[in-house]
């Protein structure tokens, strides 16, 4: 299950600048608002130094890691719930995603303009915030306009049920708060999946500075970005542009240089996966072999069957046991065969819940 994210901010953030950068596309990055229109995918690998020992034990034919696929998506700006800019456009790629990246602009460079005329990070936050509100509103009362006459003459309690949460989700709304700091039951997430609102998607905020402010960590517009964010109870990570597309033209080694003699401990990109991975609840578990060592991500409180079906649907249809060390006792030991020897192998069923850092073997049978 390959994760999605969307990068969202206003037009000459830095948006495409760093979708380049990270994921070493060529698209097209140019200072004027609505360079891009249709989203640019592009994916990276997901970093996990576990797989490159499991390589080393393995020696497999390919190495397969986990990836991350990004959206670019283009710049919204006031009015965008409306359709200016091509808004409802834009915002209907949003709805696709697993979580949502905004990018904001916390640098100065006069050569760059800025379609509000001036530097304000927070402001440009609250408008765009304000456009993903409007737009949950205009579905959840639209939803409301179909059903809540159906729902009372009829006395449907599965309507009833979903007109009562979207009641609540539009008063929410109302109020200029995001559906992610509403209150609702796991029962209710379900109620309301499938309409896919955008602020009910995680959301990390992700500062665009120049070099010199991310080695420093602050800025005048930093801080404000953070005091603002902290309040809403989401992350800043800080990136740079041009720090990143140096980056992901090193190795692994080379990389790791750099940004010890920047005083980094990792890479922007790094800490963007590993937050998502974190607010999103995904871990990564790993099938090896002579032929193929791979990583793959999934939820966690998955179950083994689950997770079987995330490689094949047949494993799970059929799915009758699962082998299964872990990553640690694996390296501890040295080998499958001394992992065995410690009784440190198990065989799991259809309730085994999956763990983090698993390798498996899957018995099945279609």
């Known amino acids: 299950m390959a994760l999605k994210a969307g990068i969202i901010g206003m037009p000459n953030v830095g948006k495409s600048t760093l979708f380049n950068a990270i994921t070493k596309k060529n698209i097209l990055d140019a200072n004027y608002p609505f360079a891009t229109i249709d989203p640019n ?3 990276v690998v997901v970093p996990d130094k576990r797989l490159g020992v499991l390589e080393n034990m393995y020696v497999p034919e390919r190495c397969i890691p986990t990836q991350y696929e990004f959206t670019d998506i283009a710049g ?9 800019g091509l808004g409802n456009k834009f915002l ?9 990246i905004h990018v ?5 460079d006069s050569d760059i303009i800025h379609v509000e005329g001036e530097i304000n990070p927070v402001r440009d936050i609250e408008i765009i915030n304000l456009e993903l509100s409007i737009s949950d509103m205009e579905l959840v009362s ?28 539009k008063e929410h709304l109302a109020k200029g708060e995001a559906l992610r700091t509403l209150e609702l039951s796991l ?61 992901v033209e090193l190795n692994d080694s080379e990389k790791q240089l750099f940004l010890n003699d920047l005083g980094i401990e990792e890479s922007g990109l790094d800490k963007l996966i590993n937050v998502t991975y ?21 939820k966690k409180g998955m179950k083994a069957p689950e997770c079987a079906g995330i490689i094949h649907t047949d494993f799970q249809k059929g799915f009758i046991k699962a082998e299964v060390m872990s990553y640690d006792d694996l390296v501890t030991c040295g080998s499958e065969v001394k ?19 698993d390798i498996c073997y899957f018995r099945f049978n279609v």
């Not at 919204?76 to 200016?84: F, H, I, Q, T």
């Not at 409301?144 to 729902?151: E, G």
Request: hydrophobic content about 40%; charged content about 30%; aromatic content about 8%.
């Open 104 to 108: 904001v602009r916390c640098f100065i």
């Open 339 to 357: 992992v065995k020897e410690a009784g440190k192998a198990r065989l799991e069923g259809k309730d085994y819940v999956m763990q983090d850092g």
């Open 278 to 298: 974190d607010i999103l609840g995904l871990s990564t578990f790993f099938t090896v072999g002579s032929d193929e060592v791979k990583a793959w991500t999934f």
């Open 142 to 169: 639209n939803r409301l306009d179909r059903i809540s006459k159906k729902a009372h003459t009829s006395n449907d309690k599965d309507l009833l049920k979903e007109e009562d949460i979207l009641l609540r989700c």
């Open 92 to 100: 209907s790629h949003i709805r696709e995603v697993d979580a949502v």
């Open 187 to 247: 029962e209710e997430l379900e109620v309301i999946k499938a309409f896919n609102f955008i602020t009910l998607k995680p959301m990390i905020y992700l500062a665009n500075v120049n070099e010199v402010d991310l080695v420093n960590s602050s800025n005048q517009y930093l801080e404000s970005v953070r005091k603002y964010v902290e309040e809403q109870g989401s992350q800043v990570i800080l990136m740079c542009a041009k720090i990143e597309s140096e980056l």
């Open 41 to 43: 995918l592009g994916t």
């Open 76 to 84: 919204l700006v006031k009015g965008a719930s409306l359709g200016e």
